[in-house]
């Protein structure tokens, strides 16, 4: 059974930084492709950032790109999203997810985490 579990969401004033962390079971992230998701209120879940199997092609949002980076930690099969710069616009629900690199880029992965809380004051 797959399980992905974010952590590190929190409130953060604008212009500071986050890391989210997304532990895999089930699966190891050095065999699928991972991608970060949001969710603000009112809104569809849209694509953040996603990074392929191999490591080393990484994709991201328009609006985040610069501010935010995926990484991964494979010894601890976890993987990272350092988030630079915050704006009150980032604020959302963030999830993590897991599958092959094509639906993942597509906001379609396998496999979602639970999501965690990310809220940015100006």
């Known amino acids: 059974q797959v399980q992905l579990l974010e952590s590190g969401g929190g409130l953060v004033q604008a212009g500071n930084s986050l890391r989210l962390s997304c532990a895999g079971a089930g699966v190891t992230f050095d065999s699928v492709a991972v991608g970060w998701f949001r969710q603000a209120p009112g809104k569809e879940r849209g694509f953040v950032a996603a990074m392929h199997w191999g490591g080393a092609s990484t994709n991201y949002a328009a609006s985040v790109k610069g501010r935010f980076t995926i990484s991964r930690d494979i010894a601890s099969n976890t993987v990272y999203l350092q988030m630079n710069n915050m704006k009150p616009e980032d604020t959302a629900v963030y999830y993590c997810?897991?599958?092959?690199?094509?639906?993942?880029?597509?906001?379609?992965?396998?496999?979602w985490g639970q999501g965690t809380q990310v809220t940015v004051s100006a």
């Open positions: 997810g897991a599958g092959p690199w094509s639906s993942v880029v597509l906001s379609k992965p396998t496999y």
